[in-house]
């Protein structure tokens, strides 16, 4: 299985994935124009993609997604809540089951807490390479199914959203901040990196941290605090970007 973030963050969200048999999108917040363009970057098409998995209906989630549904004849996977709350016609829209099965991956939607119409992250296993990718961003805790994905996972996509200090003492509105740090906002740089140490095991190589503010956060703030949380210098921690994809990492 490689794994490459097209964009994560406030502004869209993309990520790629390809077992070599089956090829997928995770969300598609950026205009379809770089959706292509990223394809082409980690050598692939627009016309290999298989399916569509949507986590929720949020803007920077779905932003391309309506051009995207009319240039595809692959299935798009929303949570009905989530289909209703997008309240667009989707030509190609399936209702997301609590597991799906395309060619060699299975797709295991995971419910997560946030303030939208029935999101969920994601364990992705690739059957044939017996490893799993498990993705949560845009959550504002985690509980024992999150925390079992993260037992698990051969590699991880969580986002670390916000340093707390930054955000308390930042520009934003209070009820904004209020909402960000609510039990449906989003993780903390702490709170990610907790669930990771107290949670992984060996198994685990390669973290992506996603989402990261760029008002409330810094990329080496979001990675330092990650390391000397989890003192594991072993993870290969991946940054990620709203503007550049990171590499097609193999996992």
């Not at 598609?28 to 692939?44: E, F, P, T, W």
């Not at 051009?67 to 949570?79: A, G, M, N, S, Y």
């Not at 707390?164 to 930042?170: A, E, K, R, S, T």
């Amino acid at each position: 299985m490689q794994v490459s973030v097209f964009a994560s963050g406030s502004t869209g969200n993309c990520t790629f994935i390809d077992t070599g048999e089956t090829k997928i999108l995770v969300d598609a917040g950026i205009a379809l124009r770089r959706i292509k363009k990223h394809l082409s970057d980690v050598g692939s098409e627009l016309k290999e993609i298989d399916g569509v998995f949507i986590t929720h209906e949020h803007n920077d989630h779905i932003r391309g997604l309506l051009k995207l549904d009319k240039e595809i004849d692959k299935p798009v996977f929303l949570r009905p809540g989530a289909y209703a709350g997008y309240g667009m016609l989707l030509s190609n829209y399936v209702p997301m089951k609590d597991k799906t099965s395309l060619n060699d991956l299975e797709v295991e939607a995971v419910p997560i807490s946030h303030d939208a119409a029935d999101p969920v992250g994601f364990d992705i296993f690739d059957k044939m390479g017996k490893k799993q990718l498990s993705m949560f961003t845009d959550l504002g805790k985690y509980d024992d199914r999150i925390k079992k994905s993260v037992a698990t996972a051969d590699a991880l996509v969580l986002e670390t959203n916000h340093d707390v200090d930054m955000l308390i003492n930042g520009k934003y509105p209070y009820d904004l901040k209020q909402r960000i740090l609510g039990d449906k906002g989003h993780l903390s740089n702490i709170d990610a990196s907790v669930l990771v140490r107290d949670n992984h095991s060996e198994k685990l190589k390669n973290v992506f941290l996603a989402h990261i503010s760029k008002n409330n956060n810094t990329k080496q703030l979001a990675l330092d605090t990650f390391m000397t949380v989890t003192g594991k210098s072993r993870f290969n921690s991946i940054l990620t970007d709203q503007i550049t994809i990171t590499e097609l990492l193999k996992i």
